[in-house]
């Protein structure tokens, strides 16, 4: 599943488009779970707990990359950002909203701060899913770097996802 998501993104990114507001509440999954990326938000209310409003426009903000919440534009990096946290809901058991222990506005203050923070090196604000394979965690923690520049591009991801061998399928 993850290995399609990033082959839509690389498609996206490669089109030189911007998602804005990856999550897996906009990831359709088929019977054979064959996976689609897609914005559902845009056309229905029953997300709109996982966002808040933020400058005058929605911001899905346990999604959003630090840089998004000051310049308010949606970068491919950001959109990497996002994947990184698709990887934890992916992951992890009933998918909770990520960082379900911390209110909007603390969640806001630390993507403020690692936005403004221009040295020293940042905690992966997710915790590693019990079932998460440590080579895919890795691409998460590199996928939530503090610059956008530090983070990897969809087609390097796709490579190294490509190369992980995974014998037992049910860990991928």
């Not at 990096?77 to 603390?106: N, Y």
């Not at 403004?116 to 590199?142: A, F, H, Q, Y």
């Not at 087609?155 to 991928?172: G, H, P, R, T, Y």
Request: charged share 20%.
């Amino acid at each position: 599943m993850c290995r399609q998501v990033v082959l839509a993104m690389k498609h996206i990114a490669g089109m030189k488009l911007v998602h804005g507001d990856l999550a897996t509440r906009n990831l359709l999954v088929t019977s054979n779970f064959d996976v689609k990326v897609s914005n559902a938000s845009l056309c229905v209310d029953s997300f709109s707990q996982e966002y808040i409003v933020h400058r005058r426009r929605p911001l899905p903000l346990r999604w959003a990359a630090p840089e998004t919440v000051v310049t308010d534009r949606p970068t491919s990096p950001a959109d990497v950002w996002a994947f990184g946290v698709v990887i934890w809901e992916l992951f992890t058991p009933h998918c909770p909203l990520p960082m379900a222990d911390r209110s909007d506005g603390e969640v806001l203050e630390m993507l403020e701060l690692l936005a403004r923070c221009s040295t020293g090196s940042t905690k992966c604000p997710l915790v590693c899913p019990l079932n998460c394979p440590e080579p895919v965690w890795d691409i998460t923690v590199r996928c939530m770097a503090r610059t956008p520049a530090s983070r990897p591009k969809f087609s390097d991801i796709l490579s190294e996802l490509d190369d992980m061998n995974f014998l037992d399928d049910s860990q991928v």
